[in-house]
């Protein structure tokens, strides 16, 4: 799992910036500075304050005082929380990247519209980095643009982990729901998340999501069993930290340490405090403490190995609306770079708010989750169901983590296919025939067939369909292979074919004289797009094509392309290699149920040299009495993308086929990911 560290500004500048409908330069202001300490106490510091333009009687009031007490989202100015006001993607991710405690963050945002430093660069890392929201096409994220209702839906859906939901989408408008939104709003819908958004059970899945919105379906999703909040990093011991002045706090941390199998230590401070201490508004020690935010009071004692600890609950009372700040000298006596902090407190009237966030700065390098404050009694069984509710992660084994990509994938290493969306099985390694003509191409796919591949990738484009179709009628003579046991691709252009897409697709069969074709492909989008593909469903319709698919379509182009077809493309075939990697676009569409296909695998016209002799590659290579190409073949397989290298050298293609007798380590993919240049050799 990645390690993990925390967005280095404060609170109250970082809100406004991530929150506000217009953006501002990121600032360091320390604690102390904003003031928020030095105002004078009062009974209750943490009630939500009142925006003006948020009746007590909304229906996303509620949702908008839980937002803000929890540091989820606040207002768009002091006295301001702009519910009307639109969310751009980048502020989303703002707000489900903080939600999710600020995890480290490796590297800056590799799209082109993005700018390192900016308020929400981490944000942007961490939600393409995980599939929570993805790139678009071209290498943008789309900083400032609006995010839709069923785009937010999605975006929380993937935040979620994609669960499950069988049940029926229950909205009126439930045809106007694009296909790859449907079961992130099944979903939704089952949990109560909608609630509030439907009016007479229309969910209006185009339309720009609202601040108020936004609010209400976090709300709901939080406060729902179906949540699945993202939990601390595993993989080390757990530790349960608290002080208890008055034994209050006491109680439930002896509860959660018991749950958790961890360990316990009591945070004591070196000169303890009387019930004179602790007399609110005497101008007592307390309150002297309280009012002086580099007070540290000293700690008796400490925890003898923090670094065998990868997971703190951090216990305390809520004194004048903040922790004690016997808890910022904890805080301030260890490294927790690479941690993960849960803090729960006690109180009698008070929430959590602030006193949880505003800690967030005394460990920088930690990834600090939302936290919880508990009522003075409260019971082993609320502290067990808040527990459960966070599902903790076990580790993660690099075993597990190929298999999850590629059973995510659905590959079968076994059968070395996967079974696609059109419920036809396809070869999960293959040959591509791009520059490759005349005998030359007989040839080299006749080798291919002999080698064993079982998938041919060609196109119009291309001008080598009658070379493909003629050698695959020898092989299967001169093999005894049926033609069932041969998967065969082919595309048609943008322009005159796409303009004219019955002819151009009956043209391919024709050139290719093979009865059908496994699967046809749009090779770009353009104008008649649409219309090319739905000439291309008549086909499968008739049984001339089997299975449809896009070529060079990113995210945008999907979201907007899906919603007007009828069958849903079993593969979207882009480039990708070492160079491009496509990490953040890869799945998104296999959520979607849909193959990747990767072309220039090995880097393509003018770059394969380069590739094949990076010292990176040529070294895990030399570790497996592999080639590089084989390396590399078997990386973008681990990641669930089917690979079509072209070659017309009998050797290396029988070579890129050998590549199911060793597997890459965990580490050994991770450096290959490191290698991503967001680097396109074609302008595809």
Known sequence: ?????????????????????????????????????????????????????????????????????????????????????????????AVLYRMSGSPTVSAPPAFADTAAGAWYSDAVSWAAGNSVISGYGGGTFGVNEPTTREQAVTILWRYAGNPESGTALDVSDAVSVSTWAQ?????????????????????????????????????????????????????????????????????????????????????VPENPYTEADLAYYTNGRADREQNDSSARPAISGGVESMADYDVIFLGYPIWHGQAPRIISTFLESYDFTGKTIIPFCTSHSSGIGSSDTNLHTLASGASW???????????????????????????????????????????NFETKSVTLN????????????????????????????????????????????????????????????????????????????????????QACLDRLDLGYVDMMLLHHPDRNDVKAYQAMEKFVEDGKIRSLGLSNWYVKELEEFLPQVTITPALVQNEIHPYYQENDVIPCIQDLGIVVQGWYPLGGRGHTAELLGDEVISGIAQAHGVSSAQVILRWNLQKGVVVIPGSSNPDHIRENTELYDFKLTEAEMAQINALDRNEKHDWY
């Open 369 to 411: 989750l939302a936290g919880r404050r508990f009522a003075g009694g409260t019971s082993r069984s609320t502290v067990e169901d808040w527990i459960s509710g966070l599902a903790l992660p076990q580790p993660e084994t690099e075993v597990d983590a190929i298999t999850s990509a590629t059973s995510k994938a659905g590959f």
């Open 183 to 267: 079961a992130a709003v099944r979903w939704a819908d089952a949990n109560g998340i909608l609630e509030g958004m439907t009016e007479n059970r229309r969910f209006e899945p185009k339309t720009n999501i609202k601040r108020g919105e936004i609010a209400s379906m976090l709300y709901h999703y939080l406060s729902s069993a179906g949540s699945s909040q993202p939990g601390p990093a595993a993989g080390g011991k757990t530790l349960v930290a608290y002080f208890s002045a008055t034994n209050t706090t006491r109680p439930l941390a002896e509860y959660a340490a018991d749950i958790l199998s961890a360990d316990l230590y009591e945070i």
């Open 422 to 505: 059109s419920g036809y099985e396809m070869p999960i390694n293959g040959l591509g025939t791009y520059s490759l003509h005349g005998e030359t191409c007989v040839n080299s796919v006749k080798s291919a067939l002999a080698s064993g591949v079982r998938l041919i990738d060609t196109a119009s484009a291309y001008g080598n369909e009658e070379e493909v179709g003629q050698a695959v009628r020898e092989a299967m003579e001169e093999l005894g292979l049926q033609r069932e046991d041969i998967f065969i691709i082919t595309k048609i252009y943008p322009g005159s074919e796409m303009a004219n897409p019955e002819q151009a697709i």
């Open 1 to 93: 799992m990645k390690s993990l560290r925390f967005l280095s500004f404060t609170m109250a500048v970082c809100m406004l910036c991530l929150l506000a409908l217009t953006s501002c330069p990121a600032a360091e202001v320390s604690a102390s500075d904003r003031g928020l300490e030095a105002e004078p106490l009062a009974a209750d510091t943490t009630q939500t304050a009142g925006f003006s333009d948020v009746p007590a009687g909304a229906w996303y009031a509620d949702a908008i005082a839980y937002c803000q007490q929890h540091g989820i989202m606040s207002g768009a100015s002091a006295t301001t929380f702009e519910p009307e006001g639109t969310l751009t993607r980048a502020m989303l991710a």
